[in-house]
């Protein structure tokens, strides 16, 4: 199976920036595309950023020009660089990764990461 860590979450004034990372860790055999997603109270899961093998990049409207994601593929590892952070983007942040391993190398399974709190006061 594949383990995703997520950190660098914490408490940060309005206007500050964080860096989060994912760290995914098991019986990898590849990678295919990389997400981050947040989830505020009362609401739903929402995409924040996803980046593919590829390079291309997604994010969500709210996170454009703000947000940068990020991976490093040597290391599977997942970031995402968040500047000008607004009191909306105080969520729980997950990792989620999209791959297979090795004890099944036809099937592309999806991992999530416990998520990390980003608390962000005005």
């Known amino acids: 199976q594949v383990q995703l860590v997520e950190s660098g979450g914490g408490l940060v004034q309005a206007g500050g920036s964080l860096r989060l990372s994912c760290a995914a860790s098991?019986?990898?055999?590849?990678?295919?595309?990389m997400s981050w997603y947040r989830q505020a109270p009362g609401k739903q899961r929402e995409l924040v950023a996803q980046?593919?093998?590829?390079?291309?990049?997604n994010y969500g409207d709210s996170v454009k020009g703000r947000f940068t994601i990020s991976r490093d593929n040597a290391k599977n590892t997942l970031h995402l660089q968040m500047n000008s952070l607004k009191p909306e983007d105080t969520a729980v942040y997950y990792c989620?990764?999209?791959?297979?391993?090795?004890?099944?190398?036809?099937?592309?399974?999806?991992?999530w990461g416990q998520g990390t709190q980003v608390t962000v006061s005005s």
């Open positions: 989620n990764v999209f791959g297979k391993i090795y004890a099944d190398r036809y099937t592309l399974r999806n991992y």
């Open positions: 098991g019986n990898i055999f590849s990678i295919s595309h």
């Open positions: 980046i593919f093998s590829s390079g291309n990049t």
